[in-house]
Structure formats: C-alpha cells, structure tokens
C-alpha cells in the first residue's frame, strides 16, 4: 500500500489525490479555512430535486391540469431511471379520460426539451408527459421524433406544500441509487492508501459534511432561535421521503415556543397529552368520530380527550392546521407512524419542561458534564461511551404503559408486545442528524472551543447507523470488493463522509464516472 502524508482538510485531501490520480504534484495544498463548496443552502433546485419531487408525488393532485388545461390524474409516478433515455420508465396517467402508459422526461425549464435534443431522439418516443418545474417559454406540447406532440405538465403551481419548504426538508440521499454499479476510476488509488491514510481522508471528509450540515441550521437560525432550529431538526429527522417535510412544515406551524406555553397551564401529569393533542391537531391526525365506530375502547377514549383538549386551542390555532394527507403514511412501517413519533416527541418535550429547561438547553448541559470524559477516555470497543449512552437514554421514549406503546394507530386492535415510541436506533440517529449539527453552533455562538471539541469528539464516537442507497453505492464504487477498505467504515462519520464524497467528488452523478472532480471518466 502507497504511504500518503496526511492532509490538513478534505479540500485538501481532495487536491492531493486529484493531483494522484492524474500523475501530478499538488503544488499548493488547499487552504482549510476555505470552504470551496460548502453547501450551506439547503437542497439545490436542480432536476434531481424535481425528479425527486415527481417520485415522491410532493403535489397536490386534486386540480391538477397540463399546460393546455386538459385535467391529469398520476396512478403510478413510474421507475426511476439511471440509464440513458427518459427520467421516469413505466408511469401510468389519465389525460381527460384517456389512460396512457410510458415514460416521463422531467427538466427544470420547458426549454430544456428543445437544448438537450430530444424532439431528435428515438428513445424519447415513448414518453407520455413532460414534466418541469417552470414552462418557460409558454408553449403547452413538445414534439416526439415520430412528430406527436407531447403534453407538459408545470410543476411549480401545484408542489406541496410548496417548493422553499420542500428544497428545506427533502432529503436527496434516502432515494435509490438504481444500481450498484462498477468500481469508480478512483477505486484503485484508494485501495493502494495505507490504512492510516484512508481513514484520515474519510474522517476530514465526514468532518466537513458535518460542517454543511451546521451551515444549514445557522441559515435557519437567522430566523429563529436556536432552540427553534434543534426542534425543527428534530421533526425532520423523525421523516423519511415525503413525511420530512410535513415534519418540518408541521415544526414551523406549531412552533416550540408557543406549544410550550400552550400547554404550561396543564398540570405535570397530563401536560404531555397536551402537546400530543397539539401536534395531531394541527398536522390532520386527529380522527373524525365516525372514524372510531369499531375502534377498542381505550381508544376512542384518548382520541376523545385529545378532541376535548383541542377545542381549547382551536379558535387561534385552527388556520394552521395541514390537510389531512395519506403521505404522512406513505412507505412506513407502523411503528413508525406519525401519530406514535408525535406522541414521542410530546414526551420528551413534557420532560424538559418538567425539569425546568428547555430541550436543546438540557442536552447541552448534559453534554457539558460529560466534556471532562469525552476528552480523556479511550471509547471502547464494543460499548458505547457513557456520555452517548446517556444522550441516547434521553431521546428514547419507551411504550411501556404508554397508550401507543401498544397501538399503531386510533382504530388499530392493541398489538401484544409493547413497542417503544423512540427506540434506540431512532434514539442514535436523533443524536447524530438533530443534536450534534445544533450543539456545535451552540458551541460556535458562545465562542466555547472546549464544548466545540467535544461535539466533535461526540461525533466520532457514533457507531455506524443504517446504510442507505447512497452509501451501499459509494462502497461499491469506492472500494469494490476490499474487506479492509469497507472495514474502515466502522463510525458513522466515516459513513457520512461516503455522502461528501458522493457530493464533491462524483458530484451528484450515479451513471458514470464522466462528472469526477479528479478528472474526466476513462
């Protein structure tokens, strides 16, 4: 294996391997304070974000019309495509009363149809909608290459809730890579690191998608405060697909603040139902009474203290209430239905409020007295550190004698074993995607470079969470079929850092190797 000097940063590191794998000498390392593409803006308006809008069906169906006035109805959104031809394949639509079935090409603007060439293309004939975000240039059809004309559809009008909230919330990464693809043209120069090497290399590069992530929260913290933010942070990582942003559009319409003082007045004991009744109400989980006909007993009777509780609140709080939507529901399993996430929440909020601190406050100092141990000890290998442990025990809300800690939801039978309503795993992940990026702008505001050091020590210590598409992916193309290579991916740094590398080295690209930042594909 090939010894490499350590590098300062992950722009760095990408300077020298750039400089590597194209034969040459890095004549200049990367300056570390530069941040060359940070992404501080939440997700990019790009085609990938509408194609992934269009996957995931983030619009309002009722009412929906093409640019011709014709009404469309989507009964299946089709397969996402990562090979040449049309973004979508397979898609099933009503147009008036006509059903089709084809391909779907998505652009960001009408134009794009016309620049990339396609009214030239055979393997364009088969689609059956054009899809974009803006129509451009005014016009209701393009032509096929067999000279149908082929109908568009402007996005933008009908994006639920709307396309800030969506670019806000939505997570890229969660959708599929189509396929695991080859090895990358950088396989072999990573491969021929020596361990040491490779494991700085991951580690910068998941430090610095760390550091994106803070960017994003100090964006938002520009309007609201801190403890704002983490709650927003901590309703989005509750999410997955479409159900992160009613998560987020739900922590910006019952805000923390004003649900606490809400609830202040109720006593201790039933304080927590208080805020679960707020939180259903105004993201439409409350169900009507004719719903609860058949419903177990103690179930109509939580339902009917939560309406009972909500009429108290509803004259100032019923215009923010989301329109009851099935997305919420929308490829999840029931243990992870909103309604027993929400219930979780109001949980953990009830016992901050009980304990005279608010939430992020709370886990700060928690993290404060655990600094003196985060800096001298040596984590061990198969227990988490102590002070993880207790952060995770924090966010964990078990079922046991809880109402949903043994329902799915208002009208399901109880389930025999009680299920947590945050689990460990949802715990660590809290950790990781909500408290960590909020902790270490906390430390950065207060100007605390003990508390910075150790929310960085805290996140080093995480223990690799679920792998997703992008990451199965970026071990394939990264390291193939190297055991020792893919052994190093033992934090969930590491993990995060194969999101940094898919970003700013592939840059975004599944396909090919033709949009590396080391150089052209060969």
Same mark, same amino acid.
């Given at each position: 294996?090939?010894?490499?000097?350590?590098?300062?940063?992950?722009?760095?590191?990408?300077?020298?391997?750039?400089?590597?794998?194209?034969?040459?000498?890095?004549?200049?390392?990367?300056?570390?304070?530069?941040?060359?593409?940070?992404?501080?803006?939440?997700?990019?308006?790009?085609?990938?974000?509408?194609?992934?809008?269009?996957?995931?069906?983030?619009?309002?169906?009722?009412?929906?019309?093409?640019?011709?006035?014709?009404?469309?109805?989507?009964?299946?959104?089709?397969?996402?495509?990562?090979?040449?031809?049309?973004?979508?394949?397979?898609?099933?639509?009503?147009?008036?009363?006509?059903?089709?079935?084809?391909?779907?090409?998505?652009?960001?603007?009408?134009?794009?149809?016309?620049?990339?060439?396609?009214?030239?293309?055979?393997?364009?004939?088969?689609?059956?909608? #054009?899809?974009?975000?803006?129509?451009?240039?005014?016009?209701?059809?393009?032509?096929? #290459?067999?000279?149908?004309?082929?109908?568009?559809?402007?996005?933008?009008?009908?994006?639920?809730?709307?396309?800030?909230?969506?670019?806000?919330?939505?997570?890229?990464?969660?959708?599929?890579?189509?396929?695991?693809?080859?090895?990358?043209?950088?396989?072999?120069?990573?491969?021929?690191?020596?361990?040491?090497?490779?494991?700085?290399?991951?580690?910068?590069?998941?430090?610095?998608?760390?550091?994106?992530?803070?960017?994003?929260?100090?964006?938002?913290?520009?309007?609201?405060?801190?403890?704002?933010?983490?709650?927003?942070?901590?309703?989005?990582?509750?999410?997955?697909?479409?159900?992160?942003?009613?998560?987020?559009?739900?922590?910006?319409?019952?805000?923390? $603040?004003?649900?606490? $003082?809400?609830?202040?007045?109720?006593?201790?004991?039933?304080?927590?139902?208080?805020?679960?009744?707020?939180?259903?109400?105004?993201?439409?989980?409350?169900?009507?009474?004719?719903?609860?006909?058949?419903?177990?007993?103690?179930?109509?009777?939580?339902?009917?203290?939560?309406?009972?509780?909500?009429?108290?609140?509803?004259?100032?709080?019923?215009?923010?209430?989301?329109?009851?939507?099935?997305?919420?529901?929308?490829?999840?399993?029931?243990?992870?239905?909103?309604?027993?996430?929400?219930?979780?929440?109001?949980?953990?909020?009830?016992?901050?409020?009980?304990?005279?601190?608010?939430?992020?406050?709370?886990?700060?100092?928690?993290?404060?007295?655990?600094?003196?141990?985060?800096?001298?000890?040596?984590?061990?290998?198969?227990?988490?550190?102590?002070?993880?442990?207790?952060?995770?025990?924090?966010?964990?809300?078990?079922?046991?004698?809880?109402?949903?800690?043994?329902?799915?939801?208002?009208?399901?039978?109880?389930?025999?074993?009680?299920?947590?309503?945050?689990?460990?795993?949802?715990?660590?992940?809290?950790?990781?995607?909500?408290?960590?990026?909020? $902790?270490?702008?906390?430390?950065?505001?207060?100007?605390?470079?003990?508390?910075?050091?150790?929310?960085?020590?805290?996140?080093?210590?995480?223990?690799?969470?679920?792998?997703? #598409?992008?990451?199965?992916?970026?071990?394939?193309?990264?390291?193939?079929?190297?055991?020792?290579?893919?052994?190093?991916?033992?934090?969930?740094?590491?993990?995060?850092?194969?999101?940094?590398?898919?970003?700013?080295?592939?840059?975004?690209?599944?396909?090919?190797?033709?949009?590396?930042?080391?150089?052209?594909?060969?």
């Amino acid at each position: 294996m090939t010894q490499t000097v350590a590098a300062t940063s992950f722009w760095d590191w990408r300077e020298r391997l750039k400089a590597q794998l194209s034969g040459t000498v890095a004549t200049q390392a990367a300056d570390p304070e530069v941040n060359y593409e940070a992404d501080a803006d939440p997700a990019p308006v790009d085609e990938r974000l509408i194609q992934a809008i269009w996957h995931q069906q983030l619009i309002q169906a009722a009412g929906l019309r093409l640019a011709d006035g014709r009404p469309v109805r989507v009964l299946e959104s089709g397969r996402w495509n990562g090979s040449a031809g049309p973004d979508f394949k397979g898609a099933r639509l009503i147009i008036g009363e006509q059903t089709l079935e084809g391909d779907i090409e998505v652009h960001l603007v009408a134009s794009g149809w016309a620049a990339h060439g396609h009214e030239r293309d055979l393997d364009y004939n088969s689609c059956i909608l #054009h899809v974009v975000l803006r129509n451009d240039d005014g016009g209701v059809s393009d032509r096929l #290459h067999n000279g149908t004309l082929l109908p568009r559809l402007e996005l933008e009008p009908y994006i639920f809730p709307d396309l800030e909230t969506v670019r806000r919330s939505l997570s890229i990464e969660e959708f599929q890579c189509e396929t695991l693809g080859a090895v990358g043209r950088c396989h072999r120069m990573l491969t021929s690191l020596d361990s040491l090497a490779l494991a700085d290399f991951l580690d910068h590069a998941g430090n610095e998608r760390l550091v994106g992530k803070v960017q994003r929260l100090e964006q938002q913290a520009s309007q609201a405060d801190l403890e704002q933010v983490f709650y927003q942070s901590l309703m989005m990582a509750l999410g997955t697909g479409p159900g992160k942003t009613l998560y987020y559009l739900l922590a910006k319409r019952a805000p923390l $603040a004003e649900l606490l $003082a809400e609830t202040d007045e109720l006593p201790e004991g039933r304080r927590a139902e208080g805020i679960e009744a707020l939180l259903l109400a105004v993201a439409g989980l409350l169900p009507e009474p004719a719903a609860l006909a058949e419903a177990p007993e103690e179930a109509r009777a939580r339902a009917e203290r939560m309406v009972e509780m909500w009429r108290r609140w509803q004259p100032c709080w019923c215009d923010r209430q989301i329109a009851p939507t099935r997305r919420w529901f929308q490829g999840i399993r029931p243990v992870n239905f909103p309604t027993r996430r929400l219930a979780g929440v109001a949980v953990l909020l009830a016992r901050t409020r009980e304990r005279g601190r608010s939430p992020l406050a709370d886990l700060l100092g928690r993290i404060e007295a655990g600094r003196g141990a985060l800096e001298s000890s040596v984590p061990a290998r198969r227990k988490r550190h102590p002070v993880l442990e207790d952060l995770v025990g924090w966010f964990r809300v078990a079922g046991m004698g809880h109402f949903w800690g043994s329902h799915y939801s208002f009208t399901a039978k109880p389930t025999p074993r009680p299920m947590d309503l945050i689990g460990e795993g949802a715990a660590l992940s809290l950790v990781l995607n909500a408290l960590v990026p909020a $902790a270490l702008l906390a430390a950065r505001r207060a100007g605390d470079e003990r508390l910075d050091q150790a929310v960085r020590r805290l996140y080093g210590l995480v223990p690799p969470l679920q792998a997703n #598409h992008v990451t199965a992916f970026m071990e394939r193309r990264l390291f193939g079929d190297s055991d020792w290579a893919r052994g190093l991916i033992n934090t969930e740094r590491r993990r995060q850092a194969l999101f940094q590398i898919f970003h700013h080295c592939c840059r975004g690209e599944t396909r090919d190797c033709d949009a590396c930042y080391f150089g052209p594909g060969r």
